[in-house]
């Protein structure tokens, strides 16, 4: 069995400009007592960014960047870059995130090795407009015959 402590709030928004409305939703990579928070970053009209801050143990902050570590740079990313996750496999670690171009939000993958310097390598997912999806999902057809029915 697992005990979970509630230790209360890491990290709080600041007056820095990407993160002057928000910060929420952390992916959390641990590396020894090291654990590395990408998070997102919100700013003003709800236009999100990657954060990134670094702590020792669960509650010092050791490090936080005053800028984005990933920023929307792409259309289907323009209005925001939301939810990481992170995982290491070998020696690259994996970020995916949600890119929100307005009016989709599809999941999308970046890679590093220092974690400090992302190649974003765009979308992951199939490309599916809501009303389609939502088409699918109630009449419980299958997409193809290799994804069975929800």
Not at 5 to 28: C, M, Q
Not at 127 to 150: G, H
Request: contains cysteine; hydrophobic residues 35%.
């Amino acid at each position: 069995m697992i005990a979970v402590k509630k230790e209360g709030v890491v990290l709080r928004k600041t007056h820095h400009a990407f993160e002057n409305e928000g910060v929420l939703n952390p992916a959390v990579f641990r590396e020894g007592d090291i654990i590395h928070l990408f998070y997102r970053a919100v700013h003003k009209g709800n236009y999100s960014s990657i954060g990134y801050c670094k702590l020792d143990g669960p509650l010092t902050v050791t490090q936080r960047w005053d800028k984005p570590i990933l920023s929307p740079g792409f259309k289907y990313e323009a209005h925001g870059m939301e939810d990481p996750r992170i995982v290491k496999i070998d020696d690259v670690y994996y970020l995916t995130y949600i890119a929100f171009d307005g009016h989709n939000a599809l999941g999308a993958l970046a890679t590093s090795t220092d974690l400090k310097h992302f190649k974003k390598h765009g979308i992951i997912v199939p490309r599916i407009k809501y009303d389609d999806f939502d088409l699918y999902t109630k009449n419980k057809s299958d997409l193809n015959e290799k994804i069975p029915a929800l």
